[in-house]
């Protein structure tokens, strides 16, 4: 996830299962999996503070293709726009002067993008918050991802650091990818479709197997 802004708290991510025995499993099975894991410490995610997935999922739209620092500034000129502090909620977003979101500094394609997923959220199509535990990460992916804005990674990064959940491959992360080549030994970065067959033995904690990818690229 991109790190947070100075109006947002980033935190240890809420997790669904137990890390740790996640991990001895992913080490007695795969050996150069394990030492990277001694080499970087416990699995530890951290998310920005959003109070909800919305929110999440709005940031997410608002640093789409930005540096950290310019869009930290959006975000929080967007906050201040709509004027209900750092949880503003989807109805307020759906209500909102395009012209004034533009001023904050959205393109128009983002505009449309958090107007979309805000009247999702009112209309029903995404479930509440307190649905989310009780649906699948492939039906949530493919529920989010009709979304103007939201792809399948950014669907896939709210279920590994928002929800906390364990068993997500983003195998079409560039990071993840270079930390596989890095970490086992490839000349060429796997295509998305190969690290899916090579990280299956990693089920069901692939999230964090990927998430040691990352860490290997920090090495």
């Known amino acids: 996830m991109t790190a947070p802004d100075a109006a947002a708290v980033s935190r240890p991510t809420p997790l669904r299962f137990d890390a740790v025995r996640a991990c001895r499993q992913l080490a007695a099975t795969d050996a150069v999996l394990g030492k990277l894991m001694e080499r970087v410490g416990p699995y530890a995610p951290h998310s920005t503070a959003a109070p909800d997935a919305f929110h999440a999922l709005l940031r997410a739209i608002v640093y789409q293709?930005?540096?950290?620092?310019?869009?930290?500034?959006?975000?929080?000129?967007?906050?201040?726009?709509?004027?209900?502090?750092?949880?503003?909620?989807?109805?307020v977003v759906a209500a909102a002067d395009e012209k004034q979101l533009r001023a904050a500094g959205l393109s128009a394609n983002k505009v449309a993008g958090i107007q979309?997923?805000?009247?999702?959220?009112?209309?029903?199509?995404?479930?509440?918050?307190?649905?989310?535990?009780?649906?699948?990460d492939a039906a949530l992916i493919a529920r989010y991802t009709q979304i103007r804005g939201i792809g399948r990674w950014t669907a896939e990064m709210l279920l590994i650091f928002h929800l906390g959940r364990p068993d997500v491959m983003p195998c079409h992360d560039l990071g993840v990818r270079k930390g596989y080549a890095l970490s086992y030994g490839l000349e060429a970065l796997p295509k998305p479709k190969q690290l899916e067959r090579l990280c299956a033995v990693w089920r069901p904690y692939r999230s964090v197997g990927s998430w040691y990818m990352w860490r290997a690229l920090e090495l």
Do not use: F, K
């Open 65 to 91: 293709q930005l540096s950290g620092r310019a869009a930290a500034t959006i975000h929080r000129r967007v906050l201040q726009t709509l004027g209900q502090g750092h949880a503003p909620g989807p109805a």
């Open 116 to 136: 979309a997923l805000a009247r999702a959220v009112l209309d029903g199509s995404v479930p509440q918050e307190h649905e989310l535990s009780d649906i699948d």
